[in-house]
T-cell receptor
Framework: NAGVTQTPKFQVLKTGQSMTLQCAQDMNHNSMYWYRQDPGMGLRLIYYSASEGTTDKGEVPNGYNVSRLNKREFSLRLESAAPSQTSVYFC????????????FGQGTRLTVV | KNQVEQSPQSLIILEGKNCTLQCNYTVSPFSNLRWYKQDTGRGPVSLTIMTFSENTKSNGRYTATLDADTKQSSLHITASQLSDSASYICVVSAIGGGNQFYFGTGTSLTVIP
């Protein structure tokens, strides 16, 4: 049971390049989330998907797009990377609303130069 | 505004000593409060979860308390070990809505021999 798997673990991009961060969970969870973590700040929500086929903006969605490809997979795309998007990105999933535990991936460390 | 504040920002203790981390929140309506441990370069991992009616919950050497009236929580670590060195994040969930998690900025704990 792998839990939440993110790829890649590390990435360096040049300003203006695009890339997609992949996230997959094998726990049959309904809800999936993308967060970014920056020094001195709590995790901030970029986008989330409450269920397959739905996506909604979080606190900091600008510069990102997402796709809930199926129940297992939730990808995050940077169309034109900017240095301000240098961060550590975490994907998380929960079974549904209520008192359920959130499981996090190992993170993707992205540097935009 | 829904906020979660943690203190201290960082803490250094000797191996074998106890410590207490604090979390104050203004999230409303309150659903539950979680404490997560995040090792360097890893995703957060859940330690405890407490609902409105729970005052104390333990997980091995970790004991969390919750005072829903004052909107405060603490995480007490007993007989600290070197492996306890990590960031401890308080996460409060609100009832309703998709963006249900509010993250503190974490307390960085270093346990030294």
């Amino acid at each position: 049971n792998a839990g939440v798997t993110q790829t890649p673990k590390f990435q360096v991009l040049k300003t203006g390049q695009s890339m997609t961060l992949q996230c997959a969970q094998d726990m049959n969870h309904n809800s999936m989330y993308w967060y970014r973590q920056d020094p001195g700040m709590g995790l901030r929500l970029i986008y989330y998907s409450a269920s397959e086929g739905t996506t909604d903006k979080g606190e900091v969605p600008n510069g990102y797009n997402v796709s809930r490809l199926n129940k297992r997979e939730f990808s995050l795309r940077l169309e034109s990377a900017a240095p301000s998007q240098t961060s550590v990105y975490f994907c998380a999933s929960i079974r549904g609303r209520g008192n359920t535990e959130a499981f996090f991936g190992q993170g993707t460390r992205l540097t935009v130069v | 505004k829904n906020q979660v504040e943690q203190s201290p920002q960082s803490l250094i203790i000797l191996e074998g000593k106890n410590c207490t981390l604090q979390c104050n929140y203004t999230v409303s309506p309150f659903s539950n409060l979680r404490w997560y441990k995040q090792d360097t370069g890893r995703g957060p991992v859940s330690l405890t979860i407490m609902t409105f009616s729970e005052n104390t919950k333990s997980n091995g050497r970790y004991t969390a308390t919750l005072d829903a009236d004052t909107k405060q929580s603490s995480l007490h670590i007993t007989a600290s070990q070197l492996s306890d060195s990590a960031s401890y994040i308080c996460v409060v969930s609100a009832i309703g809505g998709g963006n249900q998690f509010y993250f503190g900025t974490g307390t960085s704990l270093t346990v030294i021999p």
